[in-house]
């Protein structure tokens, strides 16, 4: 009986021990209801493992964050090299577009224009912040002589007057010495522009009752034999009319801002080009700032007498006919005056005054 | 002999070296930051003349730069020279009575240097050109004022690191901030 050896109680709980899966194999089986019991169970259970998990995470990514930090810092260095380097491209690939898109616009210009251009870059601004020179890369020996008008596609922007072989200086309109003769655009009206700062103008000597807006465009009148006719000069920013003067004080912005000047021409020959034709009818946008009870009052006399002197348009208010669109003849008439006499005389040119 | 050798290569480097200023205020900065007032670098060197030169010598030199600079603008020439005399002898007025040696006192002198010579030229410009100044420019003058002592004290040990190399001895010994 003692050679099989068998002890009954460690027969009796391996029993259960080997049922044990068994029976849990047959319980998966079957549908179970979710007891109450259970959803707290799962629910720690779920964030213990979303925590750990989490952590596993954190740690991996800080353990691997700290690995792979020599490589991060290089890289990074690497990075901001590149970036630095595509960022100076970038600039000068703008800068050169820009250059690009003014040499194209001076190129077309020089085509399509019949005067003798010569292009030329600034190279030097005014030893003084009270005069408004510019230095060009451009001298006597390429043709550049004195008194020469140079401009830019917008408008006038001064004349040379000192020549050395390879560079010359230019005076900007608005330098203080600066004196270019112009006409107002819409009323022809007639005066010299004199540089005031560094930034502004203005017209001196115009009659004062001659039609001044501000708006109006004033352009070059050719006359003083060093613009071409019809170049815009500046547009009209303050019209003043002092009771005890015979002459308007109108205040001017360059059209060309010379500070901003980078490449532009110098005319060697303006071939009788007159570039007004080119330009549209210029209209002023907000009437002469003061009008004075003298000068209005004479300006009613006048238009009363159907006389077509300027005085009249000199008092024009804001609703009347300066604000209307209209195309401009070369010597405009008031149109009150237009339409009570219409044989009128033309408006006499403003009084040129030599200094 | 020697001597004189050496005070013509220093006036012609001390030349050299206010036409490269007046070209790096002229042309550089007008590069860089367009239509902003630039330093007026070149009265630096005629502050120098004034503080640290005998008198006859630094007006001879001040005249020298003045022709130079004259080209740089439109300036007329005898306004030029006017104006640089008339601060030459205000400086040197001043230097006689207060003065210490080194870089300091020539930054201080640059600032009130500079305003000095705004002033004189509105005065000179209004009393001799047939043209005088129209607008008066405040806050831009009042701007170049203020950045043009941020070159004096590199002005300041150029002019004296030259002025060691080419033996010329200075009229009065420099102090702190010695090179």
């Known amino acids: 009986m003692n050679f099989i050896n068998l002890d009954i109680r460690k027969i009796l709980l391996l029993i259960p021990i080997l049922s044990l899966p068994l029976i849990t194999i047959n319980t998966q089986q079957m549908p179970r209801p979710s007891e109450w019991y259970g959803e707290p169970l799962a629910l720690v259970a779920s964030k213990s493992q979303g925590f750990y998990n989490w952590f596993s995470d954190e740690v991996r990514g800080t353990a691997s964050l700290y690995l792979n930090l020599i490589d991060i810092k290089r890289d990074n260095l690497s990075l901001k090299t590149q970036n630095a380097e595509?960022?100076?491209?970038?600039?000068?690939?703008?800068?050169?577009?820009?250059?690009?898109?003014?040499?194209?616009?001076?190129?077309?210009?020089?085509?399509?224009?019949?005067?003798?251009?010569?292009?030329?870059?600034?190279?030097?601004?005014?030893?003084?912040?009270?005069?408004?020179?510019?230095?060009?890369?451009?001298?006597?020996?390429?043709?550049?002589?004195?008194?020469q008008a140079v401009m830019t596609i917008e408008g006038a922007v001064g004349y040379v007057f000192r020549v050395d072989p390879n560079t010359s200086r230019v005076m900007l309109i608005t330098d203080r010495y600066a004196v270019v003769d112009g006409i107002v655009q819409r009323s022809r009206a007639r005066g010299l522009v004199e540089g005031k700062s560094t930034d502004a103008c203005l017209l001196k000597y115009v009659n004062k009752s001659a039609d001044v807006l501000t708006g109006d465009l004033i352009v070059t009148s050719g006359l003083d034999r060093i613009f071409p006719k019809g170049l815009p000069i500046a547009t009209v920013e303050l019209v003043n009319k002092k009771p005890y003067t015979v002459t308007l004080d109108v205040e001017l912005k360059p059209v060309v801002n010379p500070n901003k000047v980078e490449e532009l021409f110098i005319v060697r020959n303006a071939n009788q080009v007159d570039l007004e034709e080119t330009l549209p009818p210029q209209e002023a946008q907000i009437p002469t700032a003061e009008v004075v009870p003298a000068a209005a009052s004479a300006a009613s006399a006048i238009n009363t007498n159907s006389n077509t002197n300027t005085e009249a348009e000199t008092s024009r208010t804001p609703d009347s006919e300066a604000t209307t669109p209209k195309v401009i003849p070369a010597n405009p008439i008031p149109a009150k005056a237009k339409t009570t006499e219409a044989n009128s005389k033309p408006v006499a040119p403003a009084t040129r005054v030599t200094r | 002999m020697r001597k004189f050798a050496f005070f013509v290569l220093y006036s012609f480097g001390f030349l050299m070296l206010v036409a490269l200023a007046t070209g790096f205020q002229t042309s550089f900065w007008a590069q860089l930051f367009g239509s902003l007032p630039s330093p007026l670098i070149w009265i630096l060197f005629i502050l120098y003349l004034a503080l640290y030169r005998r008198p006859i010598e630094g007006i001879l030199l001040s005249y020298v730069c003045a022709a130079q600079v004259y080209f740089f603008g439109w300036i007329p020439m005898g306004l030029l020279m006017l104006?640089?005399?008339?601060?030459?002898?205000?400086?040197?007025?001043?230097?006689?009575?207060?003065?210490?040696?080194?870089?300091?006192?020539?930054?201080?002198?640059?600032?009130?240097?500079?305003?000095?010579?705004?002033?004189?030229?509105?005065?000179?410009?209004?009393?001799?050109?047939?043209?005088?100044?129209?607008?008066?420019?405040?806050?831009?003058?009042?701007?170049?004022?203020?950045?043009?002592?941020?070159?004096?004290?590199p002005v300041y040990f150029i002019l004296k690191f030259w002025e060691r190399l080419t033996s010329q001895t200075p009229l009065i010994e420099s102090g702190e901030f010695e090179l």
């Open chain 1, 86 to 147: 595509l960022k100076a491209q970038l600039a000068a690939m703008t800068e050169l577009k820009l250059e690009n898109q003014r040499l194209n616009q001076l190129f077309a210009f020089k085509q399509k224009t019949k005067m003798d251009l010569l292009g030329a870059k600034v190279i030097g601004r005014d030893l003084s912040s009270d005069h408004a020179t510019i230095m060009i890369d451009r001298g006597g020996r390429d043709g550049v002589k004195p008194m």
């Open chain 2, 83 to 153: 104006n640089i005399v008339i601060l030459f002898g205000i400086v040197y007025f001043v230097k006689e009575r207060i003065f210490w040696p080194g870089a300091r006192y020539f930054l201080i002198a640059s600032l009130l240097g500079v305003f000095l010579y705004q002033v004189i030229y509105l005065v000179n410009s209004w009393a001799f050109e047939i043209i005088p100044i129209r607008d008066l420019m405040i806050a831009e003058r009042i701007f170049q004022a203020i950045i043009t002592p941020i070159f004096a004290v």
